[in-house]
């Protein structure tokens, strides 16, 4: 006498879509319920918790402001990134004698901030996916801040090297970061304009290294004065 398989309590019994049912155009719009429900819920909590305010809180009353206001001071990352691309060359007419340097080690010294940057290349994407694109930029500036201090108290050849290459790596963090959030940041009919702000700034900022370098040319231990300027520039970017 043939026996009758036991049912397998893992199987389930095939769905049959009806004639003329659009399979992908309900998940399609299932998909779209749960975005809307997920925005409300997000919306309800940050309604709930209420306005947050810092001891740097600006209100501004058209929203327009608060992201031009942003963007300013997201893109003084491009004035960074050129500003240091040519401090450099004004130092060099007074570094190498005061630090007793040879053309191996003033070539170091030069390409310390472009290899700064690759090491600051490798840092954009984990620094982006698990701290998020505005502690990715006040990780850069302090990379910034504490490269350019360390340039501009250096003693000897090695001290100097490291401080070129932290001040790349802040470079390389913020070069990743700041076209990103710029973009994120903007709404689209202003997005290609805005972004190219940061062109802008990375021309500026290499103007203004130069000008930085003549201002500073005749007073002692220049070169000091010329590779710190930039802290100034990094504090406001931070505190923006």
């Known amino acids: 006498m043939a026996t009758i398989p036991e049912k397998d309590p893992h ?11 659009d399979v992908e ?6 998909l779209h319920e749960d975005v809307d429900t997920l925005i409300a819920q997000m919306e309800t909590e940050i309604a709930a918790a209420g306005p947050q305010k810092d001891m ?3 209100d501004f009353k058209n929203p327009k402001h608060f992201t031009y206001f942003l963007v300013v001071f997201a893109s003084m990352g491009g004035l960074l990134s050129g500003l240091d691309q040519s401090l450099i ?8 004698k005061d630090l007793g340097l040879d053309a191996r080690e003033s070539s170091l010294v030069n390409a310390g901030m472009p290899l700064g940057a690759v090491i600051g290349s490798f840092l954009i994407s984990p620094c982006n996916e698990y701290l998020g694109r505005r502690m990715s930029i006040l990780i850069a500036c302090v990379l910034y801040t504490v490269g350019a ?5 250096a003693i000897d050849f090695p001290m100097l090297v490291v401080a070129r290459l932290i001040l790349g790596s802040g470079v390389g963090l913020e070069g990743g970061t700041v076209p990103v959030y710029v973009a994120e940041t903007v ?11 940061y062109q802008l700034m990375i021309a500026l900022g290499e103007v203004l290294g130069y000008a930085v370098g003549a201002i500073f040319l005749g007073l002692p231990g220049n070169w000091r004065y010329i590779l710190g300027s930039s802290v100034v520039f990094s504090t ?3 505190i923006g």
């Open 149 to 153: 201090a360390l340039c501009a108290g």
């Open 56 to 58: 740097f809180a600006i």
């Open 236 to 238: 406001i970017m931070g």
């Open 89 to 96: 060359s004004g130092a060099n007419l007074y570094l190498p």
């Open 11 to 21: 199987w389930m019994a095939p769905e049959f879509t009806k004639p003329g049912q």
């Open 25 to 30: 155009h309900d998940d399609h719009v299932n």
């Open 187 to 197: 709404e689209r009919r202003l997005r290609g304009n805005l972004v190219s702000l």
